[in-house]
C-alpha cells in the first residue's frame, strides 16, 4: 500500500557512493523514491550512477565535498534545481573518523572530524529547511553511531559529534513538526564498510566486538538501510525525535 512507498518522494543521501549511504541510495530508490547523492570522486560517483541507472534507479548525483561551506550550498542549489524546489527525505550520512587518545588531537584534526560530522549536517538542515518544508512531507534521517552514547573506543572526539547529532534530532524534531518534517537518528554498531575496513581486518579486534554483541555479528549495510528508510515511509508518519541504535543488541547488554 501507499503506507510502504516512497512513490513520487525526492531524497539527498550525502555520501552515496560507499557504505551506508551507498545501501540507503539503493533502498530508498527500491521503494520508488528519486534519490540525488555526493561523494568527493567524481569517477567513484559516475561508476555508481552508472549501476544505479542500469538497475532502473532514478538517481541523480554530483561531486561535492561536504565539509565545505560552499559545496553545501551549490549541493543544496542543484538538489532544489533537479527536484523542482521540494525535498521529502534528506539523510546527513557523511562522518569520519580519527581514532587517537584525547590530549593527541591537533587543532586541524579536531576541525576535521567535527566540521564533517557536526557542522555539515547541521548546515545542510538550515540551507535545506526551505525545501523539506516545501514538500509538505520532510524527513530528516540522521546517523550517529553507539558512541554517541557508550564509550567503545572511537576516540571522544568522534563520540561527541555524534552525541551532539542525538541532541539535534530531538531538536529539530520539535521545532520543524509544525512545518510537516519528522527528524529522526539511527546509530549504528560496527558496520562493514570502508570507514572501518582497517579494524575489521583484524581477527581479535573483531572477536572482541562480537563476543560482546548478542547478535554475534558485525552488521550489513543493508540492515542499517532498511531502518533509515522505514523512518522515512509514511508508515512511520508519528515517529519523530528518536535515536534508534541498530547494534545486534550491543547497547543493552550488560554481562552475564
Ligand atoms: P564510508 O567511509 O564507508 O563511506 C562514506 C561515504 O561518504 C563514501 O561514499 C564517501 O565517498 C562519502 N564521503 C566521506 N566524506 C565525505 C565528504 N566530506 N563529502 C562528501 N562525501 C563524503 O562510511 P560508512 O558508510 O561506514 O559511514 C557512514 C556513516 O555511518 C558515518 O556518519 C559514520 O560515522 C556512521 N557510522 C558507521 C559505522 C560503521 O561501523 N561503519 C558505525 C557507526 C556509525 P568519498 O570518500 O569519495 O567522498
Known sequence: SSRWSLKGTTALVTGGTRGIGHAVVEELAEFGASVYTCSRNQEELNACLKQWKEKGFSVYGSVCDASSRTQREKLIEQ??????????ILVNNVGTN????????????????????LDSAYHLCQLAYSILKASG???IVF???????????SGSLY???KAAINQLTKNLACEWAKDSIRTNCVAPWYTKTSLVEHLLENKGFVNEVISRTPINRIAEAHEVSSLVTFLCLPAASYITGQIIAVDGGFTA????
Open 79 to 88: 538538489v532544489a534545481s533537479t527536484f523542482n524546489g521540494k525535498l521529502n
Open 98 to 117: 580519527i581514532r587517537k587518545p584525547t590530549i593527541e588531537y591537533t587543532v586541524e584534526e579536531y576541525s576535521k572530524i567535527m566540521i564533517t560530522n
Open 137 to 139: 512531507n520532510g524527513n
Open 143 to 153: 546517523i550517529s553511531s553507539v558512541a554517541s552514547t557508550t564509550n567503545v573506543g
Open 159 to 161: 563520540a561527541a559529534s
Open 253 to 256: 547488554n550488560g554481562f552475564e
